[in-house]
Antibody, heavy 127, light 108 residues
Framework: QLRLQESGPGLVRPSETLSLNCVVS??????????WGWIRQPPGKGLEWLGS?????????NPSLKSRVTISLDTSKSETQFSLRLTSVTAADTAVYFC?????????????????WGQGTLVPVSS | SDELTQPPSVSVSPGQTARITCSGD??????SYWYQQKPGQAPLMVIH???ERPSGIPERFSGSSSGTTVTLTISGVQAEDEADYYC???????????FGGGTRLTVL
């Protein structure tokens, strides 16, 4: 059974960079037809997709956050981790951040979906 | 518009049928997916490719599509179905994932 686990700081200061890691167990991220994505959910609100990365390095980002988001594979460590960086955070970035396996065809995220999710990690942004 | 619009809330009594709609221009071109989210949990996909039910999802969950509107139907609603439900698709350009705003299903 594939499992995903987010990890990162418990608190981020305004204007700083939020960095999260997602470890994928019982599998590798180097697989065709799978992207690896981040989705967030502010307290009491809905889901917002941040972006996804393919094992070859192709990336897709939410246009509203594209200037602040970077999603990458941590190939220097292993074939089982990917990460999120969100720069210049404000209180509006306070949310539960989920990593997820994003199933889709190579070269496009049309008709793609999320079939495995991490449990999520709450990241408050506060001074 | 690339937005997906859902009603904020739907309420039904146990045993009745709940229908949750999701509307958006992109739905006439791209497939839809539905997720169930219970408090404190990650979302769980209950319908994919508009109408297909993933393995392990009860038969009372079904999906349908017509033009720019897709519908999640839960027949014979049970107390355990009380949750938030989100639709998801791709935007018109095919380069961005979009979620609906979510619908809270209350079982009376």
């Amino acid at each position: 059974q594939l499992r995903l686990q987010e990890s990162g700081p418990g608190l981020v200061r305004p204007s700083e960079t939020l960095s999260l890691n997602c470890v994928v167990s019982s599998g590798t991220i180097i697989r065709s037809n799978y992207y690896w994505g981040w989705i967030r959910q502010p307290p009491g609100k809905g889901l917002e997709w941040l972006g996804s990365v393919y094992f070859r390095g192709d990336t897709y980002y939410n246009p509203s956050l594209k200037s602040r988001v970077t999603i990458s594979l941590d190939t220097s460590k292993s074939e089982t981790q990917f990460s999120l960086r969100l720069t210049s955070v404000t209180a509006a970035d306070t949310a539960v951040y989920f990593c997820a396996r994003h199933r889709g065809d190579p070269g496009t995220i049309v008709d793609s979906f999320f079939d495995y999710w991490g449990q999520g990690t709450l990241v408050p942004v506060s001074s | 518009s690339d937005e997906l619009t859902q009603p904020p809330s739907v309420s039904v009594s146990p045993g009745q049928t709940a229908r949750i709609t999701c509307s958006g221009d992109a739905l006439s071109k791209h497939y839809s997916y539905w997720y169930q989210q219970k408090p404190g949990q990650a979302p769980l996909m209950v319908i994919h490719i508009d109408t297909e039910r993933p393995s392990g999802i009860p038969e009372r969950f079904s999906g349908s599509s017509s033009g720019t509107t897709v519908t999640l139907t839960i027949s014979g609603v049970q107390a355990e179905d009380e949750a938030d439900y989100y639709c998801q698709s791709t935007d018109n350009s095919g380069t961005s994932v979009v979620f609906g705003g979510g619908t809270r299903l209350t079982v009376l």
